[in-house]
């Protein structure tokens, strides 16, 4: 079945500092991926589109010059969140959608920021 | 998308069935309804889907109100290894690759031995 991975599954960085996660399709591919964001006890919010090829497309709330989303191929998605405060820390979630349209999850990267 | 309207919690004992509801009294004709459970720490991972027919597969059944206004995800014989959030979602289904699902609270379910 389609898989989506996420590297790495967990950080911890240093306030201020920055931090790359990708997320791949491996056995398809994906022209849009989407990026969510989940804090404990709170259900999964999404805060980007990415597009292969294009600029993102932010949810209202997010700020686009902090979390940097880069589709360079049809595989793989990269969200680099930039000056990284404790407030950042968080699960953050990607998927991508089939060419059935089914949602395919990543297993999700838990960023610690000090 | 249908908002849906599902029950913060629910207990279930191991081995017996666990019946989860879900209201979208708001559905249209072209989406369907769609079921993730997002085991702690982990992705969402999909169980099911369907648009006015009932479904089974090898994890649930899903069985979709004549009206569709509701739908019940039915896990034959839980265990302790079902235990997780589990999300009803509502979304225009087929091969529109850019359709993302909004999620909301969920049923966070608890199989107990």
């Known amino acids: 079945g389609a898989v989506v991975s996420q590297h790495p599954s967990w950080v911890i960085c240093k306030s201020g500092t920055s931090v790359k996660i990708e997320c791949r399709s491996l056995?398809?591919?994906?022209?849009?991926m989407f990026w969510y964001r989940q804090f404990p006890k709170q259900s999964l919010m999404l805060m980007a589109t990415s597009n292969e090829g294009s600029k993102a497309t932010y949810e209202q709330g997010v700020e686009k010059d902090k979390f940097l989303i880069n589709h360079a191929s049809l595989t793989l998605s990269t969200l680099t969140v930039t000056s990284a405060h404790p407030e950042d820390s968080s699960f953050y979630i990607c998927s991508a959608n089939t060419l059935r349209g089914l949602a395919v999850f990543g297993p999700g990267t838990r960023l610690t920021v000090l | 998308d249908a908002k849906t309207t599902q029950p913060p919690s629910m207990d279930c004992a191991e081995g017996r069935a666990a019946n989860l509801p879900c209201n979208h009294s708001?559905?249209?004709?072209?989406?369907?309804v769609y079921w993730y459970r997002q085991i702690h720490s982990q992705g969402p991972q999909y169980i099911i889907h369907?648009?006015?027919n009932n479904e089974t597969n090898e994890m649930a059944s899903l069985i979709i109100t004549e009206d569709r206004k509701s739908s019940t995800l039915i896990l034959p014989h839980a265990t302790l290894r079902d235990t997780a959030v589990y999300y009803c979602?509502?979304?225009?289904?087929?091969?529109?690759?850019?359709?993302?699902?909004?999620f909301g609270g969920g049923t966070r379910l608890m199989v107990k031995p």
């Open positions: 369907g648009l006015k």
């Open positions: 979602i509502v979304r225009v289904g087929g091969g529109n690759a850019g359709n993302m699902l909004t």
């Open positions: 708001t559905i249209s004709g072209n989406e369907y």
């Open positions: 056995d398809f591919q994906a022209t849009t």
